[in-house]
Nanobody, 120 residues
Framework: VQLQAFGGGLVQAGDSLRLSCAAS????????VGWFRQAPGKEREFVAT?????YYANSVKGRFTISRDNTKNTVYLQMDSLKPEDTAVYYC?????????????????WGQGTQVTVSS
């Protein structure tokens, strides 16, 4: 599956953004999809994932919401109450799996990344 992430931008603390991850392929509904982020000088870290259910990193729980529209082959990441520490390049990833997966190595396909910058 090929992925394209978009929707990033420059916002102020407390604002919201919605990222989208658009996928090719007819069986996207069977894929687990995750969002990860990477800040300068740091490792790529898990943010959220969706399969049959959803799971979030503690740092975003209650502020971010992952969802999917299988009719559009798209997964969304709604980010509310953004903080400066959320600044990073955000990547979506997918793998054919019914499970919630939280590590980089478990995913097979990656999008190109979209920059999110939150100013204080």
């Amino acid at each position: 599956v090929q992925l394209q992430a978009f929707g990033g931008g420059l916002v102020q603390a407390g604002d919201s953004l919605r990222l989208s991850c658009a996928a090719s392929g007819r069986t996207f509904s069977r894929y687990a999809v995750g969002w990860f982020r990477q800040a300068p000088g740091k490792e790529r870290e898990f943010v959220a994932t969706i399969a049959l259910t959803t799971y979030y990193a503690n740092s975003v729980k209650g502020r971010f919401t992952i969802s999917r529209d299988n009719t559009k082959n798209t997964v969304y990441l709604q980010m509310d109450s953004l903080k400066p520490e959320d600044t990073a390049v955000y990547y979506c990833a997918a793998v054919l799996s019914p499970f919630l997966l939280t590590t980089v190595r478990e995913y097979e396909s990656w999008g190109q990344g979209t920059q999110v910058t939150v100013s204080s």
